[in-house]
């Protein structure tokens, strides 16, 4: 069924998250609730994809505008309420009234809203002739949420906020998802008569399927899994999704052949890929893009962003972020690897290991209480521990290059730009600030002070 316009509503404040941002503007499985909504609305190819914003509207505009360029931006002016907010909408994107087909309405503080159910309510209002259909849901406790009030034949005679609910209506489990197809003619005639006369002060949407009865078809489809349409209004009902969400995230890789030890403080994000036999230990956040191979382990207490972690590789205890860890690499334990790093085949950063754009070849091992950043490593070098590439000088940051084969002694520090070629041998506690030669031994010598008793006698 094809949407002539599609409108999410993103105007409020959201004063239950006590936060200094847009609730819209809150993350849930790592991307926030609008780019989840506009995706969902966006896979349904609308004419138009329309989002209202007002509290701190630029803010909110500039954020949508990056999930769609595409997107129309209507500006809600301060007549507060969703009803508002349509009529706003439907003003900018039918100025003469001429719109034509079915306009989809939909709030963006439903995080789990998907595509399947946006298509099922669409197809639902197509094939029963209805003027306008409400997404509804059943709750065990539907507090807060607009009870949908059905006449004696089971048809929907309208929706009742909570506030303006009496004891009769409050005990209604079915509620309202604000959720809504309208036909774009019923729409525009329902709206133009709203008022504010109701508890909160507000122009409500609701109200508009009250006028959209008078006149014609009122229709109700319930989404299959209430998950989906659940709205969050403050953090406690967010952490509550996010872990019901979370464990089904983490089943459905299970059920895929994966193993997760333990799903309850394990959290894995949309975009996340993981390969068959593959092993997430405990305490481990798996985010953004980040993909692992087949038989690879990841953890525990292991975070990866935007990661790529090949098979049969180990990741334990570690940070890694936009970095690619070869087949058969071991990773840990606490090592950071900022963005920007390669690591081959068999290779090794060990503990307390920090690296940046390093690029590190097959069988390179990094293993302990080092720093490598702005670096190339060949293939099958070893670095002692403590070995520092002193890679900015306080205005550039330099390369440093060291060969295949490469013995590096403990404590070396490399002051870049420098390159040292293959088969090298440095000695312990080396300083190296110019380039070494294939198949040499460099070190570099300190010369050893010694003076006695040099505190003066009351000191000793």
Wanted: charged share 25%.
């Amino acid at each position: 069924m094809t949407v002539t316009a599609a409108i999410v509503l993103a105007a409020g404040e959201g004063t239950r998250m006590r936060s200094s941002k847009p609730k819209v503007l809150h993350t849930f499985a790592g991307k926030t609730f609008l780019e989840r909504v506009m995706s969902s609305v966006d896979a349904l190819d609308p004419a138009t994809l329309a989002v209202v914003v007002r509290y701190q509207g630029e803010r909110v505009a500039e954020a949508a505008r990056g999930y769609d360029a595409d997107v129309t931006i209507v500006e809600q002016d301060d007549i507060p309420g969703t009803g508002r907010a349509v009529q706003c909408a439907m003003r900018q994107l039918a100025p003469g009234g001429n719109l034509e087909g079915d306009v989809l309405i939909t709030a963006s503080d439903m995080p789990l809203l998907d595509t399947g159910t946006l298509r099922s309510l669409l197809d639902y209002h197509a094939s029963s002739g209805d003027d306008a259909t409400v997404l509804t849901t059943v709750l065990d406790d539907p507090t807060g949420y607009g009870r949908i009030i059905r006449d004696s034949d089971g048809d929907v005679l309208k929706i009742v906020e909570q506030k303006d609910a009496n004891s009769s209506e409050l005990a209604v489990h079915e509620v309202n998802t604000s959720v809504y197809v309208f036909d774009a003619h019923v729409l525009m005639d329902a709206i133009a008569g709203l008022d504010a006369n109701n508890a909160q002060g507000e122009f409500y949407l609701t109200d508009a399927l009250k006028a959209a009865k008078a006149s014609g078809k009122v229709g109700a489809f319930a989404a299959p899994d209430p998950l989906s349409v659940e709205g969050v209004n403050d953090r406690v009902q967010l952490a509550a999704l996010a872990k019901a969400y979370n464990v089904r995230v983490c089943e459905r890789w299970m059920l895929d052949g994966v193993t997760i030890l333990d799903p309850e403080t394990t959290w894995i994000e949309d975009d996340v890929t993981i390969g068959r036999d593959a092993t997430i230990l405990p305490g481990c956040f798996l985010e953004g893009r980040t993909t692992i191979g087949e038989n690879a382990v990841v953890g525990p207490y292991t975070t990866l962003i935007d990661a790529t972690v090949d098979s049969d590789a180990h990741v334990e205890r570690s940070r890694v972020q936009e970095s690619h860890i070869g087949r058969a690499a071991n990773i840990g334990p606490w090592t950071y690897l900022r963005p920007g790093n390669e690591l081959g085949e068999e290779s090794k950063a060990g503990a307390f290991v920090e690296m940046k754009k390093a690029h590190i070849g097959d069988g390179t091992k990094v293993p302990h209480l080092s720093y490598v950043g702005d670096a190339d490593l060949g293939e099958r070098t070893n670095i002692g521990g403590g070995t520092i590439t002193a890679n900015y000088d306080g205005v550039h940051k330099n390369h440093t290059t060291i060969g295949s084969d490469v013995h590096i002694g403990a404590g070396n520090l490399f002051v870049a730009p420098v390159e040292v070629g293959d088969n090298v041998t440095s000695g312990a506690g080396s300083v190296i600030r110019h380039d070494v030669p294939d198949d040499a031994m460099v070190y570099s010598e300190n010369t050893q002070h010694i003076v006695e008793q040099w505190k003066p006698a009351w000191e000793r």
